[in-house]
């Protein structure tokens, strides 16, 4: 079965650069995440992700295939 895992990236370097949030998803699943307002800066208006944003700048969560 394949799995995909949900990546957060950073148009500039953010604080670790690209890193992986959540692993061993479906691909409903990680395109579910993805779709969810809350992940990315541009729709995301918790005080965590305003902060973030103000922080480290621009940011969004992809999903990418795992591999074995």
């Known amino acids: 079965m394949t799995t995909y895992m949900i990546v ?3 148009l500039y370097d953010g604080p670790d650069t690209d890193h992986t949030i959540v692993r ?8 579910k995440w993805c779709n969810d307002p809350r992940t990315s800066s541009r729709t995301a208006t ?3 992700a305003v902060a973030h944003t103000e922080k480290y700048g621009p940011w969004f969560d992809g999903y990418e295939e795992e591999t074995s």
């Not at 061993?24 to 395109?31: I, Y």
């Open 46 to 48: 918790s005080e965590w």
């Open 8 to 10: 957060r990236n950073y």
């Open 24 to 31: 061993g998803l479906t691909l409903q699943g990680a395109q």
